[in-house]
């Protein structure tokens, strides 16, 4: 029922390394949002964006995350450094007003 | 802070049962949704309410916005409605707040 592409669909990083997943939206939804889905299934809202432009953002994504939704290009959220914390299921949705999610990129921080 | 009280926490059925979950919002919410997750981590869209009630085959949901709560009914649960059920807020401004998650296990 989801039209949400997230690649890849598993990634493992050594500690310090950086970590890259990328989302392409339902076509048309104009809002994009980033979620971190940790073991005990808790989602912490990371970003948004409404078309290019960042809506909303937690104090942690401006620190070692960033993340951007160029137009014509996948979205994509970044790790600079990552930490063994960070090993999560990162879920990209986008909306137009209902949401709609991938399936997610789970990242192994070794 | 928004917060989605979801309860219960887990629940086990038998095949051929029914049961509820709950979502009590503390905030003024504009719709909600309830999605499904499955093993290996895909959420699938079950209801999205802007309010009144919904229903699809066995279950069916309802959205007070007033008395700031959603429920979900399962009827005559499947062993295939096993999963980890979740209820999303939408609060305003795209702010989408999930609740803790149901474990729902269904057995013969």
């Known amino acids: 029922n989801s039209k949400v592409i997230q690649t890849p669909r598993y990634l493992v990083k050594g500690q310090g390394q950086k970590a890259k997943m990328r989302c392409i939206p339902e076509?048309?939804?104009?809002?994009v949002f980033w979620y971190q889905q940790n073991k005990n299934n808790e989602f912490k809202f990371l970003i948004n964006?409404?078309?290019?432009?960042?809506?909303?953002q937690i104090d942690m994504t401006e620190k070692r995350f960033s993340a951007e939704c160029p137009s014509n290009s996948p979205c994509s959220l970044e790790i600079q450094s990552s930490e063994a914390g960070d090993s999560a299921l990162y879920l990209c949705a986008s909306s137009p007003k209902e949401v709609f999610f991938g399936k997610g990129t789970r990242l192994t921080v070794v | 802070g928004d917060q989605v009280e979801q309860s219960p926490s887990a629940l086990s059925l038998h095949e051929g049962t029914s049961s509820a979950l709950r979502c009590n919002f503390t905030?003024?919410?504009?719709?909600v949704q309830w999605f499904r997750q499955n093993s290996r981590g895909s959420l699938i869209n079950l209801f999205y309410?802007?309010?009144g009630t919904k229903e699809n085959g066995r279950l069916k949901s309802a959205f007070d916005s007033k008395e700031l709560y959603s429920t979900l009914h399962i009827r005559d649960a499947q062993l295939e409605d096993s999963g980890t059920y979740f209820c999303a807020a939408e609060t305003g401004g795209y702010k989408v707040v999930f609740g803790s998650g149901t474990r729902l296990l269904v057995s013969p």
């Open positions: 076509k048309g939804h104009p809002v």
């Open positions: 309410l802007a309010s």
């Open positions: 905030t003024t919410t504009r719709s």
């Open positions: 964006f409404q078309n290019q432009e960042v809506l909303q």
